[in-house]
């Protein structure tokens, strides 16, 4: 039995939380701390299952904010591809021109699954991407999508085309392992939404894809995912094998998901494209829960117009995610951006790479408005951030109460096992200050983005990153070099809230004047 709390007890307390009180008013709260610790009880007896949401939503949308609401047809660039004698030449092409092969019936389906199966089965060994090939299910759909396309039924440019899934998301029939040791034989008998809408597509899924363990970095119980460019290197996380299996061609295009980087990350290390919607676009049900306010999906793809094409299929509501609004996305590889306001954010542009890429920008007579983010100290962001780890913690909450947190590969302080503990002593009150701290980020945001329509800054730049997935905002990664210590560099471009067709736009138009999406790691 626990032992009653004592005055020496609420004395020890106040020092962790940073507060004091006399010896007079702990007398008066002694009786109410007691009663609120024998309700805690009351409350961890009731079993929360991991997708259960609170009775609240976070809503990037502030009062009086307006958003388009005509949708338009979906517009694709005209490509035209031939098959080559060796089919495993178009491992690395991008999704625009796989479609293109598939459609004019040059590869089948099942030929294409096939070869990007072996090249998973042949490259797993080293980069440790893969946590579970779904090959039946994929030969299914491949022979499905060759009958359906042959009878004149395209269902548009993910038909028919092999793809992978990070491991946090449930496949019905499969292990879904969030890449951690307690989950490892865990089979949920739901398909995600974001695998239905894949499925509605055409897609084929053939493997579930590493995830660093609970959406953290790229080690798992496999091991740690490696970039294919140097695989004496970790691939980053959390979305590790979506980023690796990408760039390595093992996929024609992955799906990752982010909080606070875990797309943005493995992107910039294995130097591919991704994009991370607006919050509240794509449904995460099906999916782990780290952070109801903060969790993004989003497509990890070799070209920008692979990732617009791939989140057409995936967004919208479902009727089963609550923050999930009902915007239209209207792309168009062709927009004219003499039509946007782009800014850039002058003091981040420090690195040799960086200013090369705003030098080819501004060749292409974009007219770039110099820019300064929201005057918040790193310090204050990180802080805020701590709501991150509250909402962790109270997901993983039986996690960590059963002691099962100690089979996780990572037991070190900055690891979830010692973050959850943590945020344990975080009082409720200063969550709440926390959140009334990210409105305030987001009318400031709100102020920045009536000047511009897209602006650019390095990915990690000293603010944006922390900045963007608080607010909700969109971004689009786009690999633009080495820096001076020959690391993986990249830009992120971010935009207006649901404004990803403009934010894909230039950040296409920029990848289009450069060449880094036409190199590959040789594996």
Same mark, same amino acid.
């Given at each position: 039995?626990?032992?009653?709390?004592?005055?020496?007890?609420?004395?020890? #307390?106040?020092?962790?939380? &940073?507060?004091?009180?006399?010896?007079?008013? +702990?007398?008066?709260?002694?009786?109410?701390?007691?009663?609120?610790?024998?309700?805690?009880?009351?409350?961890?007896?009731?079993?929360?299952?991991?997708?259960?949401?609170?009775?609240?939503?976070?809503?990037?949308?502030?009062? =009086?904010?307006?958003?388009?609401?005509?949708?338009?047809?979906?517009?694709?660039?005209?490509? $035209?591809?031939?098959?080559?004698?060796?089919?495993?030449?178009?491992?690395?092409? %991008?999704?625009?021109?796989?479609? *293109?092969?598939?459609?004019?019936?040059?590869?089948?389906?099942?030929?294409?699954?096939?070869?990007?199966?072996?090249?998973?089965?042949?490259?797993?060994?080293?980069?440790?991407?893969?946590?579970?090939?779904?090959?039946?299910?994929?030969?299914?759909?491949?022979? +499905?999508?060759?009958?359906?396309?042959?009878?004149?039924?395209?269902?548009?440019?993910?038909?028919?085309?092999?793809?992978?899934?990070?491991?946090?998301?449930?496949?019905? &029939? *499969?292990?879904?392992?969030?890449? !951690?040791?307690?989950?490892?034989?865990?089979? /949920?008998?739901?398909?995600?939404?974001?695998?239905?809408?894949?499925? #509605?597509? =055409?897609?084929?899924?053939?493997?579930?894809?590493?995830?660093?363990?609970?959406?953290?970095?790229?080690?798992?119980?496999?091991?740690?995912?490696?970039?294919?460019?140097?695989?004496?290197?970790?691939?980053?996380?959390?979305? !590790?094998?979506?980023? #690796?299996?990408?760039?390595?061609?093992?996929?024609?295009?992955?799906?990752?998901?982010?909080?606070?980087?875990?797309?943005?990350?493995?992107?910039?290390?294995?130097?591919?494209?991704?994009?991370?919607?607006?919050?509240?676009?794509?449904?995460?049900? =099906?999916?782990?829960?780290?952070?109801?306010?903060?969790?993004?999906?989003?497509?990890?793809?070799?070209?920008?117009?692979?990732? #617009?094409?791939?989140?057409?299929?995936?967004?919208?509501?479902?009727?089963?995610?609550?923050?999930?609004?009902? *915007? %239209?996305?209207?792309?168009?590889?062709?927009?004219?951006?003499?039509?946007?306001?782009?800014?850039?954010?002058?003091?981040?542009?420090?690195? %040799?790479?960086?200013?090369?890429?705003?030098?080819?920008?501004?060749?292409?007579?974009?007219?770039?408005?110099?820019?300064?983010?929201?005057?918040?100290?790193?310090?204050? /962001?990180?802080?805020?951030?701590?709501?991150?780890?509250?909402?962790?913690?109270?997901?993983?909450?039986?996690?960590?109460?059963?002691?099962?947190?100690?089979?996780?590969?990572?037991?070190?302080?900055?690891?979830?096992?010692?973050?959850?503990?943590?945020?344990?002593?975080?009082?409720?009150?200063?969550?709440?200050?926390?959140? +009334?701290?990210?409105?305030?980020?987001?009318?400031?945001?709100?102020?920045?983005?009536?000047?511009?329509?897209?602006?650019?800054?390095?990915?990690?730049?000293?603010?944006?990153?922390?900045?963007?997935? /608080?607010? =909700?905002?969109?971004?689009?990664?786009?690999?633009?070099?080495?820096?001076?210590? &020959?690391?993986?560099?990249?830009?992120?471009?971010?935009?207006?809230? *649901? &404004? $990803?067709?403009?934010?894909?736009?230039?950040?296409?138009?920029?990848?289009?004047?450069?060449?880094?999406?036409?190199?590959?790691?040789?594996?």
């Amino acid at each position: 039995m626990t032992e009653p709390l004592t005055l020496e007890s609420l004395a020890a #307390a106040e020092q962790v939380i &940073g507060l004091e009180f006399t010896p007079a008013e +702990r007398e008066l709260m002694l009786e109410g701390v007691q009663k609120h610790r024998e309700q805690y009880d009351m409350v961890r007896a009731v079993p929360l299952d991991n997708a259960l949401p609170p009775a609240f939503n976070f809503d990037p949308r502030l009062p =009086g904010m307006t958003f388009s609401s005509e949708r338009q047809p979906l517009v694709m660039s005209q490509i $035209e591809v031939e098959v080559p004698e060796n089919l495993e030449e178009v491992a690395f092409w %991008p999704l625009t021109h796989l479609a *293109y092969l598939v459609r004019t019936r040059q590869v089948s389906s099942i030929a294409l699954t096939k070869m990007y199966l072996e090249r998973l089965k042949r490259h797993d060994s080293t980069l440790h991407c893969v946590i579970t090939l779904t090959e039946d299910r994929a030969l299914h759909q491949a022979r +499905r999508a060759d009958d359906e396309i042959a009878a004149g039924q395209y269902r548009g440019p993910l038909h028919g085309i092999p793809w992978g899934l990070k491991d946090l998301f449930a496949v019905r &029939g *499969y292990r879904t392992t969030w890449g !951690a040791e307690p989950y490892q034989e865990q089979v /949920l008998d739901i398909d995600a939404a974001v695998v239905e809408r894949l499925d #509605a597509a =055409g897609a084929v899924l053939i493997a579930k894809l590493s995830v660093g363990a609970l959406a953290w970095g790229d080690v798992w119980f496999g091991g740690q995912t490696r970039s294919p460019w140097n695989t004496e290197e970790g691939s980053s996380g959390s979305s !590790a094998g979506s980023a #690796a299996a990408t760039a390595a061609g093992l996929v024609g295009f992955a799906i990752g998901t982010e909080t606070l980087g875990s797309l943005v990350s493995p992107c910039t290390q294995c130097r591919v494209p991704g994009l991370r919607p607006t919050f509240g676009r794509v449904s995460r049900f =099906g999916g782990m829960s780290l952070s109801w306010t903060m969790d993004k999906i989003g497509p990890i793809c070799r070209t920008i117009e692979d990732c #617009a094409l791939v989140f057409d299929a995936i967004y919208g509501p479902d009727g089963k995610d609550p923050a999930v609004t009902n *915007y %239209p996305f209207n792309w168009n590889p062709d927009l004219p951006l003499s039509d946007l306001r782009i800014g850039y954010v002058v003091n981040d542009f420090t690195q %040799p790479q960086d200013q090369q890429s705003l030098e080819v920008l501004c060749s292409l007579g974009l007219n770039l408005l110099p820019i300064d983010l929201p005057n918040y100290s790193k310090e204050t /962001l990180d802080a805020v951030v701590l709501l991150l780890e509250v909402e962790a913690a109270a997901y993983f909450d039986e996690l960590t109460r059963s002691n099962r947190d100690d089979l996780l590969t990572r037991q070190i302080a900055d690891a979830w096992p010692s973050v959850f503990r943590q945020a344990r002593l975080i009082p409720a009150v200063e969550y709440v200050q926390m959140n +009334r701290i990210r409105t305030q980020m987001m009318l400031d945001m709100v102020r920045l983005m009536e000047t511009v329509d897209v602006y650019i800054s390095p990915s990690f730049g000293e603010n944006n990153l922390i900045l963007t997935n /608080l607010t =909700g905002h969109p971004a689009v990664i786009v690999p633009n070099g080495l820096n001076a210590d &020959g690391e993986p560099s990249s830009l992120t471009f971010t935009g207006n809230l *649901y &404004g $990803e067709a403009a934010v894909l736009a230039v950040a296409k138009c920029y990848q289009d004047h450069t060449e880094f999406h036409q190199q590959h790691p040789v594996l």
